[in-house]
């Protein structure tokens, strides 16, 4: 199983559409997991037209979005059990706030976004993984997102690019 996992689209507010790498790699995808700041509704069903979407608000999203999507949630794909949450709060960073998100939980993977700074490494037996921005870098020297693919093990890399 294929899946595109995204973060801080801020759509339209920091680009006009989703940028052509991601569109690229969301045509064959059999879900598509989204760690927060989408920022309007349009997000949501763009991504819809590719596959399953699943996802979280995260601090700059509209009433819509919060209305549709919860605070954190869990999927579980193939017997992996995946944590989403965006990360925004008070006090500690940023990991440190979506692994305590999931504390005590049965988690194999937590996706995170908010910092807009990828991660994907483990801690213990948990992938904790942040895709960046597809469409603010920030102070990153690239755009980003994930992909996983799912079978016997969750394989998960990070695709960075430029700006086409």
């Not at 991601?22 to 598509?32: F, N």
Request: with cysteine.
């Amino acid at each position: 199983m294929k899946i595109v996992v995204l973060s801080d689209t801020h759509l339209p507010k920091r680009k006009k559409g989703l940028p052509a790498r991601l569109l690229e790699e969301l045509q064959d995808s059999d879900m598509i997991l989204h760690a927060g700041d989408w920022q309007t509704i349009d997000v949501y069903k763009d991504l819809q037209s590719y596959a399953r979407v699943e996802g979280v608000y995260g601090n700059v999203d509209d009433h819509e979005i919060i209305g549709l999507v919860p605070f954190k949630k869990m999927v579980e794909v193939c017997g992996f059990k995946i944590g989403i949450t965006h990360g925004h709060g008070k006090g500690k960073t940023t990991k440190k706030r979506a692994i305590e998100a999931f504390e005590g939980e049965n988690v194999d993977c937590i996706i995170f976004g908010h910092s807009h700074i990828p991660v994907n490494r483990y801690e213990g037996d948990i992938l904790i993984f942040n895709p960046g921005s597809p469409t603010d870098k920030r102070r990153q020297k690239q755009y980003s997102f994930g992909v996983f693919f799912v079978s016997d093990k969750i394989v998960a890399e990070l695709i960075y690019f430029d700006e086409v």
